[in-house]
Nanobody, 122 residues
């Protein structure tokens, strides 16, 4: 059974930093895309940042220059370094991974974590 667990959320003052981590466990062959989403209360979940298996990254316009996504393939982890946080970044942050289950799998599967809360006070 594949599990995805986020950590690193918390309360921080505006202008501060947090580093989120997402660990993938279970029997898998490889991980393609790893992404961070966030959901602000009353709004739809939105993509914050993504990183491909080859290391290519993409970011939402609202976080460019402030957030950095990275991954450690050996550890099966993805990280989100968040700097210059502001109250508008307050949300539950979710990790999504696209997994190739076995060497013989013909398609990938998506797994989500349960989220970690980031609160930024003004």
């Amino acid at each position: 059974q594949v599990q995805v667990v986020e950590s690193g959320g918390g309360l921080v003052q505006a202008g501060g930093s947090l580093r989120l981590s997402c660990a993938v466990s279970g029997s898998i062959f490889s991980i393609n895309v790893m992404e961070w989403y966030r959901q602000i209360a009353g709004k739809q979940r939105e993509l914050v940042a993504g990183i491909s298996g080859g290391g290519s990254t993409n970011y939402a316009d609202s976080v460019k220059g402030r957030f950095t996504i990275s991954r450690d393939n050996a550890k099966k982890e993805v990280y989100l370094q968040m700097n210059s946080l502001n109250p508008e970044d307050t949300a539950v942050y979710y990790c999504r991974v696209e997994v190739i289950p076995t060497l013989f799998s013909s398609s990938s599967r998506d797994y989500w974590g349960k989220g970690t809360l980031v609160s930024v006070s003004s």
